[in-house]
């Protein structure tokens, strides 16, 4: 198991950028694959990007393919979300989640309390 904390969420204008931080507790860290989840008001919460434990493995959801980069530093315990050109859509509570061994869109274990992105158009 590993313990999750999300960072750097916060009001922007549309058209901006934004990076969200995870910090995971535990020394197995380099083992996990890492996601990001978001929820916007009534709706489900929905897979924005995942990264494999090495970091040379990324998928994204379709609606930020292009906008937004996952990225890892397994050294720091830490995973990233730099999130650009930012739409009133990407307004949400944003996760970071944990899964073992492969890299999915689903099946993650181990979430933080979310932070909230909020974008004005």
């Known amino acids: 198991q590993v313990q999750l904390v999300e960072s750097g969420g916060g009001l922007v204008q549309a058209g901006d950028s934004l990076r969200l931080s995870c910090a995971a507790s535990?020394?197995?860290?380099?083992?996990?694959?890492m996601g990001w989840f978001r929820q916007a008001p009534g709706k489900e919460r929905e897979f924005v990007a995942g990264?494999?434990?090495?970091?040379?493995?990324?998928l994204y959801a379709d609606s930020v393919k292009g906008r937004f980069t996952i990225s890892r530093d397994n050294a720091k315990n830490a995973v990233y979300l730099q999130m650009s050109s930012l739409k009133p859509e990407d307004t949400a509570v944003y996760y970071c989640?944990?899964?073992?061994?492969?890299?999915?869109?689903?099946?993650?274990?181990?979430w933080g309390q979310g932070t909230q992105v909020t974008v004005s158009s």
């Open positions: 989640a944990a899964r073992r061994w492969v890299l999915s869109s689903s099946g993650y274990e181990d």
């Open positions: 990264i494999g434990w090495s970091g040379g493995s990324t």
């Open positions: 535990g020394r197995t860290f380099s083992t996990y694959v």
